[in-house]
């Protein structure tokens, strides 16, 4: 197996992609557990082998629309996914009326996630970096969701309704035409 061959599935970018599916898998898992600070120190790390990834893709030139599409299965599970669960299932409900409503502002948020990744596959070519992210990109989308858990868990300065709005208003952004610069 040659992982600098850029037609291996199992190449080293799309190793270090599959571990990133792996971690937020694994956060899934602790997020069941109500163990949300080990799923949040995984998260962290899927976000840090997400960066990596494209480093090593463009740097040995492994780039592919087979790593593209792979690299957005990984964000929709690690920075959408994962961080709603986890703020939703962080959250103190008064009712079962409250825990759905504010249940569908978060199905619209993993909606509008996976809609933005899917444009963004549909338009980006393997191996190219634009300057700007058109829309807030996924993984800043997970990190306001984090912020949100800090404000509510840590510093209890926000109710669930005020999380609701600010994630409804995350997953607008998300497919907004903000330009955001690519790091």
């Known amino acids: 197996m040659n992982l600098f061959d850029k037609n291996n599935h199992f190449n ?14 694994v956060a ?15 998260a962290w790390i899927a976000g840090a082998l997400d960066i990596l990834d494209g480093k090593i893709a463009r740097k040995f ?5 087979f790593g593209v599409e792979l690299d957005s299965f990984a964000d929709f ?4 996914i994962m961080p709603a669960f986890l703020l939703y299932y962080s ?9 759905f409503i504010i249940g ?22 393997a191996g190219e970096v634009s ?11 997970a990190i306001l969701l984090w912020v949100l858990y800090l404000l509510y868990h840590t510093f209890g300065v926000i109710n669930e309704w005020v999380v609701a709005i600010f994630v409804a208003l995350i997953a607008y952004l998300l497919n907004s035409n903000i330009k955001i610069p690519h790091p």
């Open 104 to 125: 569908l502002i978060f199905i619209y948020y993993i909606i509008s996630g996976l809609r933005r990744l899917v444009n963004f596959n549909l338009n980006t070519n």
């Open 61 to 65: 030139n492994l780039s592919t629309e």
């Open 131 to 141: 300057r700007y992210f058109i829309g807030v990109p996924t993984p800043l989308g």
């Open 28 to 42: 899934l898992y602790f997020v069941t557990q109500k163990q949300f600070l080990v799923a949040i120190i995984l």
């Open 91 to 99: 959250l103190e409900f008064n009712s079962n009326i409250e825990a």
């Open 12 to 25: 080293l970018a799309n190793l270090i992609t599959f571990a990133n599916v792996s971690l937020g898998v």
């Open 77 to 80: 599970l690690s920075f959408v």
